[in-house]
C-alpha cells in the first residue's frame, strides 16, 4: 500500500483526560477528552522540553565560545524539533494513536524522497552547523581555499559569502568549506612572515643580514619578540637566498601586506646604499657560429 494513502483516523477515544470526563457524566466526553488532551499534552512538553534543551544546548554552546550569531539559529532548530515532539506527545496523550502512526508513516516516506532531492542542501546545511560550532574561521576573517582567497562576509546555514580583493562576491557551498583545507591567516594573535631576499655570490652575506635584520627592528608593524631572525636557504643560479623571519601582531589583511611592502621596499634602499646587488636570473650562451658557402661566394665576386 502507498505510504501517502494511509487513512488518518482523526476520531480519538479522549485518552485518560476523556476517561475521566466520561466517569463523571461530562456530555462529549470524548470529544473534549480528546481536544484538552492535544493541548496539555503538546503545552506540557513544549514548555519543559524547550526550557531543559534550550539551557543544556545553550551550555553546550557557552562553553564551545559559539558568538551569538551562531546561538540564535541552532536555538530555533532545537525550538522546532521540541514544537515537533510536543505534538507527537499530544496525539498520544488525546489518544490520537492511529492519526500519530498515520502521519508518522507519511512523515518517513515524505523524509526519504525529500532527502534524495536535497542531498546536497542538507550536506551544506550539515556543514553549515559544523561552521558554526567549530568555528575554522569568523565573519571579517580573512581566508584560503582551493586556489581562492577573500574575506569573510557572511555565514548561514547553506553558503558562506566571501568577498574577494578584486571585491568580487562568492557565494560558496559550505560543504566545500569543510571536506577540503582553509587556510585562516589572521585566525590567531600574531602572524609570522617569511621573506626572501636575493644577493649576489660577490656580496657580503653577514653585511646583508645585519642590514634586513636592522630594518626589521625598525620598522612599528613587526615585533621584537619573537625577534626576526635571517636564514640562508639556497644557493641559487645567480644569487644566494637570504630568507627573513618576521612576526606581525594582530594581523589583518591590510595590516600585514602593507607591513611587508615597506619592509621588502626599505631593505632595497639600503641594499641600493650599501652597494649590495639583487641580481637578477641570466643565462651564459656558447657555442661557435659559421657561415657555408662563403668560398663560393667569394670565387663569384671574383
Same mark, same amino acid.
Given at each position: 500500500?502507498?505510504?501517502?494513502?494511509?487513512?488518518?483516523?482523526?476520531?480519538?477515544?479522549?485518552?485518560?483526560?476523556?476517561?475521566?470526563?466520561?466517569?463523571?457524566?461530562?456530555?462529549?466526553?470524548?470529544?473534549?477528552?480528546?481536544?484538552?488532551?492535544?493541548?496539555?499534552?503538546?503545552?506540557?512538553?513544549?514548555?519543559v522540553g524547550k526550557a531543559v534543551v534550550s539551557s543544556a544546548l545553550n551550555?553546550?554552546?557557552?562553553?564551545?565560545?559559539?558568538?551569538?550569531?551562531?546561538?540564535?539559529?541552532?536555538?530555533?532548530?532545537?525550538?522546532?524539533?521540541?514544537?515537533?515532539?510536543?505534538?507527537?506527545?499530544?496525539?498520544?496523550?488525546? %489518544?490520537?494513536?492511529?492519526?500519530? /502512526?498515520?502521519?508518522?508513516? =507519511?512523515?518517513?516516506?515524505?523524509?526519504? #524522497?525529500?532527502?534524495?532531492? *536535497?542531498?546536497?542542501?542538507?550536506?551544506?546545511?550539515?556543514?553549515?552547523?559544523?561552521?558554526?560550532?567549530?568555528?575554522?574561521?569568523?565573519?571579517?576573517?580573512?581566508?584560503?581555499?582551493?586556489?581562492?582567497?577573500?574575506?569573510?562576509?557572511?555565514?548561514?546555514f547553506r553558503v558562506t559569502r566571501v568577498r574577494t580583493f578584486d571585491n568580487?562576491?562568492?557565494?560558496?557551498?559550505?560543504?566545500?568549506?569543510?571536506?577540503?583545507?582553509?587556510?585562516?591567516?589572521?585566525?590567531?594573535?600574531?602572524?609570522?612572515?617569511?621573506?626572501?631576499?636575493?644577493? %649576489?655570490?660577490?656580496?657580503?652575506? /653577514?653585511?646583508?643580514?645585519? =642590514?634586513?635584520?636592522?630594518?626589521?627592528? #625598525?620598522?612599528?608593524?613587526? *615585533?621584537?619578540?619573537?625577534?626576526?631572525?635571517?636564514?640562508?636557504?639556497e644557493l641559487g643560479d645567480s644569487s644566494v637566498t637570504l630568507k627573513s623571519?618576521?612576526?606581525?601582531?594582530?594581523?589583518?589583511?591590510?595590516?600585514?601586506?602593507?607591513?611587508?611592502?615597506?619592509?621588502?621596499?626599505?631593505?632595497?634602499?639600503?641594499?641600493?646604499?650599501?652597494?649590495?646587488?639583487?641580481?637578477?636570473?641570466?643565462?651564459?650562451?656558447?657555442?661557435?657560429?659559421?657561415?657555408?658557402?662563403?668560398?663560393?661566394?667569394?670565387?663569384?665576386?671574383?
Amino acid at each position: 500500500m502507498n505510504a501517502l494513502a494511509v487513512p488518518l483516523q482523526l476520531q480519538g477515544d479522549g485518552g485518560a483526560v476523556g476517561r475521566i470526563l466520561t466517569q463523571q457524566n461530562v456530555p462529549y466526553a470524548e470529544t473534549l477528552g480528546t481536544l484538552l488532551g492535544l493541548v496539555l499534552g503538546f503545552a506540557v512538553v513544549y514548555i519543559v522540553g524547550k526550557a531543559v534543551v534550550s539551557s543544556a544546548l545553550n551550555r553546550v554552546l557557552d562553553r564551545r565560545g559559539a558568538d551569538e550569531h551562531a546561538k540564535k539559529p541552532l536555538m530555533k532548530i532545537a525550538t522546532l524539533v521540541v514544537a515537533f515532539v510536543a505534538l507527537g506527545a499530544g496525539f498520544a496523550f488525546a %489518544g490520537l494513536g492511529n492519526i500519530l /502512526q498515520s502521519l508518522a508513516t =507519511i512523515g518517513a516516506a515524505a523524509t526519504l #524522497a525529500i532527502g534524495f532531492a *536535497m542531498q546536497d542542501v542538507i550536506a551544506n546545511f550539515v556543514a553549515g552547523i559544523f561552521i558554526f560550532t567549530d568555528k575554522p574561521f569568523r565573519i571579517n576573517d580573512w581566508i584560503e581555499w582551493d586556489g581562492n582567497s577573500g574575506i569573510v562576509e557572511d555565514i548561514s546555514f547553506r553558503v558562506t559569502r566571501v568577498r574577494t580583493f578584486d571585491n568580487e562576491l562568492l557565494t560558496v557551498p559550505n560543504s566545500q568549506l569543510t571536506d577540503g583545507v582553509i587556510k585562516n591567516p589572521v585566525a590567531k594573535d600574531k602572524l609570522r612572515l617569511q621573506v626572501p631576499f636575493g644577493i %649576489g655570490y660577490d656580496d657580503d652575506i /653577514q653585511q646583508a643580514t645585519d =642590514i634586513i635584520l636592522d630594518e626589521a627592528e #625598525a620598522h612599528d608593524g613587526i *615585533m621584537t619578540t619573537p625577534e626576526p631572525s635571517v636564514r640562508l636557504t639556497e644557493l641559487g643560479d645567480s644569487s644566494v637566498t637570504l630568507k627573513s623571519r618576521i612576526w606581525i601582531s594582530q594581523p589583518s589583511r591590510a595590516d600585514f601586506v602593507k607591513t611587508r611592502g615597506e619592509y621588502v621596499t626599505a631593505v632595497k634602499e639600503r641594499f641600493d646604499e650599501e652597494g649590495i646587488d639583487i641580481p637578477y636570473p641570466n643565462r651564459t650562451l656558447s657555442g661557435e657560429l659559421s657561415v657555408g658557402g662563403a668560398e663560393r661566394l667569394t670565387q663569384s665576386n671574383d
